[in-house]
């Protein structure tokens, strides 16, 4: 069956250090993955998309690549602040209708 | 500023009871997703919706249903809640057009069922 999988352990990393956030998936061919950011309480919100073609994305100080043949993809946070504490979820195009299914998340924790 | 709204960010209800949890989007997007969220498992599909009047079983839709009747608005039905039923429930919608691929949530609502 299909399976998205994430490091269930908090990261735990010091301020300005990059933290790096694993997701492998099995059973699956996604046309696309999508990371969000999830902060207590609050839903989910959609950081970036990266396609099947596309090895990597960068935005501001984050950065997603998406390998295919290893069916893993790395979310990088560079020069980690305190703010960028939250969980992260990594999401799979599952299906029409932009269904998605999602990874259970990592919660990560940056210490000043 | 894209919105989703629910209708309660806190509910507690007894077993046996009918609940009502309604999300409301107002960027005239096609689908709508109802999620649940508990610890450990992420979040799973309930029912979405691709049209008014139209919706598909997601992962886990027993003991749920819902209700699309206009495009903004999608209702997720507990017709007889039970204590297995407490989670965080978060509604979710997205645009059909090309290239706008990310799903916008609601901020979500738990629900205890004591």
């Known amino acids: 069956s299909q399976k998205i999988e994430q490091n269930s352990e908090a990261l735990n990393i010091q301020e300005g250090k990059t933290a790096t956030l694993t997701c492998n998936y099995t059973n699956y061919s996604p046309a696309y993955l999508q990371w969000y950011r999830q902060d207590p309480g609050r839903g989910p919100v959609f950081l970036l998309l990266?396609?099947?073609?596309?090895k990597e994305k960068r935005k501001e100080r984050l950065k997603v690549t998406f390998d295919t043949t290893l069916k893993q993809s790395l979310f990088h946070i560079t020069a980690s602040q305190p703010a960028d504490s939250a969980t992260y979820l990594c999401?799979?195009?599952?299906?029409?209708?932009?269904?998605?299914?999602f990874g259970a998340g990592t919660r990560l924790a940056v210490h000043p | 500023d894209v919105k989703v709204t629910q209708s309660s960010r806190y509910l507690v209800k007894r077993t046996g009871e009918k609940v009502f949890l309604e999300c409301v989007q107002d960027?005239?997007?096609?689908?709508m997703f109802w999620y649940r969220q508990d610890p450990g498992l992420g979040l799973r599909l309930i029912y979405f919706s691709y049209d008014v009047k139209m919706k598909e079983k997601g992962d886990i839709p027993e003991g749920y249903s819902v209700s699309r009747e206009k495009k903004e608005r999608f209702s997720l039905i507990l017709e007889s809640a039970s204590t297995n039923q407490t989670s965080m429930y978060l509604c979710?919608?997205?645009?059909?057009?090309?290239?706008?691929?990310?799903?916008?949530f609601g901020p979500g609502t738990r629900l205890t069922v004591l």
């Open positions: 990266i396609r099947e073609n596309e």
């Open positions: 960027m005239d997007h096609e689908n």
């Open positions: 979710a919608s997205s645009s059909t057009a090309r290239g706008y691929n990310e799903q916008f």
């Open positions: 999401a799979l195009l599952s299906g029409g209708y932009n269904k998605l299914i």
